[in-house]
């Protein structure tokens, strides 16, 4: 149930590095540069309700011709309960305010996720797993080499747990 934080934080970083859809610079946001997030991160999450912890690592990858960004997440213990899954890369793309991962995934379901320029991470993951944990609210921060996020995961009788995951570029 973890496994789904890390997906969301790193969808978040991915998007940031996707060309958004003509997006409208936001008032309060500077200019986004991906290169700001770019590299190998690790660190770990933990569920809060439980105490179940692992480890996790992510690999930010930016092509500035094609404005992109391949974000390659590797959450391990027994993320969201479901085990430790095999790594698995995602792709943003992004423009000058915004990167967006949005689309579907065999293990992280359907994804909105965005980072702007100040590095606010908000995102949403529906069907994870195959539908095993139908919703993945995530916020967080990345930046100055670290990501900071939150994340709730919704399971399929309605309960929830909270989880964190904290990482440091090294």
Request: aromatic residues 8%; hydrophobic residues 40%; negative net charge.
């Amino acid at each position: 149930r973890l496994f789904m934080p890390l997906v969301l934080v790193l969808s978040f970083l991915l998007a940031a590095c996707q060309p958004a859809a003509t997006s409208t610079p936001p008032p309060t946001t500077k200019k986004l540069d991906v290169n700001e997030f770019a590299g190998h991160y690790e660190g770990t999450w933990t569920n809060s309700k439980t105490g179940a912890t692992g480890p996790a690592t992510f690999d930010f990858v930016v092509d500035e011709t094609a404005h992109t960004v391949a974000l390659t997440l590797d959450m391990g213990g027994d993320y969201l309960g479901l085990g430790d899954p095999p790594p698995a890369t995602i792709y943003a793309t992004y423009d000058d305010y915004l990167a967006r991962i949005l689309g579907n995934d065999s293990h992280f379901g359907e994804m909105d996720v965005t980072i702007d320029g100040d590095g606010n991470i908000n995102g949403v993951f529906k069907n994870v797993a195959g539908g095993m944990v139908p919703l993945l609210t995530y916020k967080g921060k990345v930046g100055n080499g670290h990501i900071d996020t939150t994340y709730v995961v919704t399971l399929p009788n309605g309960s929830t747990a909270d989880a964190i995951l904290v990482a440091d570029r090294k």
